[in-house]
C-alpha cells in the first residue's frame, strides 16, 4: 500500500481539464512544500512534470499546474491532449531524508 | 542532452547479489546528488535512496525496505552511480530506474533496468 493516495483512474476528453489528487498526511504533504508529479509512459523514462507544489521544469507546458491544500496535492492538466495519456505519480517529502509515492493515476484521454 | 543509462540488470537468485550502474552524460556529474527508484510489475514507483554530491560528502540515505541490503556509490571519475544490491528477496523484482536528484525530486531520469529475483 502506498504512502499517498491517489485515484486510480481518471479521464477526459480532447480539450477539456482533469484533475488528480493525492492525500496524504500532515507527516508529509501537509507539512512540507517538496511535492513533485511525474508523468510516466510505460516503457520510458518517467518526466518530472511539477516540483515544489507548483513549479513547472522548463519545457513542460503550462497546461499542467500543481497545487495544494492541507494534506491533499493536485495536479491539473488542462486542455487535454491525446500525448497525455499516461501515468502520473506524485511524490513528497516525508521527513528524516525519506519519500513517499502515490500508488499512480492511469489518466486516458478518450 | 542530458543522458542517464541505467545497466547491470538480469535474473539473480534469492539471497545473491547484483550491481546496477547509472552512466551519466551531458552535465556535470559532481554537482547532482543521485537516486535510485523502482517499480515492481503492476506496481507504481518506490524512492529506494540517494547519495548526494562529494561537495555533501556523498552521504546516503536508504528507504527502510533495502536498508541494510542496498549500498549506492559514485564514481567521479567515470560520471557512474552505483546501486550495489545484496541478500536478494523475490520482492525486489522490479525496473530499477536512476535519476539526478535536488531538493527531493528527481529531474533527470534513466529509462530502467529490469532485475529479476527467482529461484
Known amino acids: 500500500q502506498s504512502a499517498l493516495t491517489q485515484p486510480p483512474s481518471a479521464s477526459g476528453s480532447p480539450g477539456q481539464s482533469v484533475t488528480i489528487s493525492c492525500t496524504g498526511t500532515s507527516s508529509d504533504v501537509g507539512t512540507y512544500n517538496f511535492v513533485s508529479w511525474y508523468q510516466h509512459h510505460p516503457g520510458k523514462a518517467p518526466k518530472l512534470m511539477i516540483y515544489?507544489?507548483?513549479k513547472r521544469p522548463s519545457g513542460v507546458p503550462d497546461r499542467f499546474s500543481g497545487s495544494k491544500s492541507g494534506n491533499t496535492a493536485s495536479l491539473t492538466v488542462s486542455g487535454l491532449q491525446t500525448e497525455d495519456e499516461a501515468d502520473y505519480y506524485c511524490?513528497?517529502?516525508?521527513?528524516?531524508?525519506?519519500?513517499?509515492f502515490g500508488g499512480g493515476t492511469k489518466l486516458t484521454v478518450l | 542532452e542530458v543522458q542517464l543509462v541505467e545497466s547491470g540488470g538480469g535474473l539473480e537468485q534469492p539471497g545473491r547479489s547484483l550491481r546496477l550502474s547509472c552512466t551519466v552524460s551531458?552535465?556535470?556529474?559532481?554537482?547532482?546528488?543521485m537516486s535510485w527508484f523502482r517499480q515492481a510489475p503492476g506496481k507504481g514507483l518506490e524512492w529506494v535512496g540517494f547519495i548526494r554530491s562529494k561537495t555533501y560528502g556523498a552521504a546516503t540515505q536508504y528507504a527502510a525496505s533495502v536498508k541494510g541490503r542496498f549500498t549506492i556509490s559514485r564514481d567521479e571519475s567515470k560520471s557512474i552511480a552505483y546501486l550495489q544490491m545484496n541478500s536478494l528477496k523475490t520482492e525486489d523484482t522490479a525496473v530499477y530506474y536512476c535519476s539526478t536528484f535536488a531538493v527531493y525530486r528527481a529531474d533527470y531520469w534513466g529509462q530502467g533496468t529490469l532485475v529479476a529475483v527467482s529461484s
Open positions: 551531458g552535465l556535470t556529474f559532481g554537482d547532482y546528488a
Open positions: 515544489d507544489v507548483s
Open positions: 511524490s513528497s517529502y516525508a521527513g528524516v531524508n525519506n519519500i513517499s
